[in-house]
């Protein structure tokens, strides 16, 4: 995608966040933290009855838009905030917006406004992100 300053990143879809990859993640990383699989334990902090995506899997969500638009190698730096919460049965759709095309350093860079957003536009998550662009043809 050959982009200019104001254009919309394709979006990137997760249609139903999974339980069961949050206790595979869990597993695998050895994390002790109870609300990634148990729901009493999020019951009794005051996050409701379904278990909490683990931030580094949400953020794969907006990983995953950025590569599928410019490439697997295209991500130099993501710096982003979490100011709300993914939780099992989700649907989030990460987003983004190409901000600038002339980045110190990094000749062919964008800057990109990120996110990933609950249906109702309430965002888990938001930064910014520089690419550089693959070959051209790459992605079609």
């Not at 990634?36 to 995953?64: C, E, F, K, M």
């Not at 690419?131 to 051209?136: L, M, R, S, T, W």
Request: net charge neutral; with cysteine.
């Amino acid at each position: 995608m050959t982009a200019r300053v104001g254009d919309r990143i394709p979006g990137w879809t997760m249609e139903v966040v999974s339980d069961a990859r949050m206790r595979t993640v869990a597993a695998i990383l050895r994390d002790p933290n109870p609300v990634h699989w148990d729901r009493a334990s999020t019951a009794r902090l005051g996050l409701g009855d379904r278990v909490v995506n683990q931030s580094p899997i949400s953020l794969s969500y907006i990983q995953n838009m950025l590569m599928e638009c410019w490439g697997p190698t295209c991500i130099k730096r993501l710096r982003v905030r979490f100011p709300g919460v993914v939780f099992e049965g989700d649907r989030m759709k990460a987003g983004g917006v190409v901000r600038s095309t002339e980045v110190g350093g990094h000749p062919g860079a964008l800057e990109c406004e990120v996110w990933l957003e609950h249906e109702d536009g309430t965002r888990a998550i938001e930064g910014t992100a520089i690419v550089e662009p693959g070959p051209p043809g790459m992605l079609g």
